[in-house]
């Protein structure tokens, strides 16, 4: 069993930055693809933005221009700066990380939230 330890959650002001890290418990674990998904109050879970251990990228169309994700291969951590925040950017946050195709696992989830 994996356990997906995240940190970086918290209150900020609109146009304002935070970093959310995302560390797999278990060394030496191959993993294919690393992310990030947000589920607000009263909507669904959603893709925030991905990263394959090729270094290929995926952003929603919401947060392009202003998040930027990241992974550490060697250390099974993927990260997701984010600036400009908005206030419709509140959510819960939650990583994901593929071992495989037929293999997930989620974090326990950290909450983001943007008001003045």
């Known amino acids: 069993q994996v356990q997906l330890v995240e940190s970086g959650g918290g209150l900020v002001q609109p146009g304002g930055s935070l970093r959310l890290s995302c560390q797999a418990s278990r060394s030496g674990l191959s993993i294919y693809r690393m992310g990030w998904y947000r589920q607000a109050p009263g909507k669904q879970r959603e893709l925030v933005a991905d990263i394959t251990n090729g270094g290929s990228a995926s952003y929603a169309d919401s947060v392009k221009g202003r998040f930027t994700i990241s992974r550490d291969n060697a250390k099974n951590t993927v990260s997701l700066q984010m600036d400009s925040l908005k206030p419709e950017d509140t959510a819960v946050y939650y990583c994901?990380?593929?071992?495989?195709?037929?293999?997930?696992?989620w974090g326990k989830g950290t909450l983001v939230t943007v008001s003045s």
């Open positions: 994901r990380v593929d071992q495989n195709i037929l293999i997930t696992y």
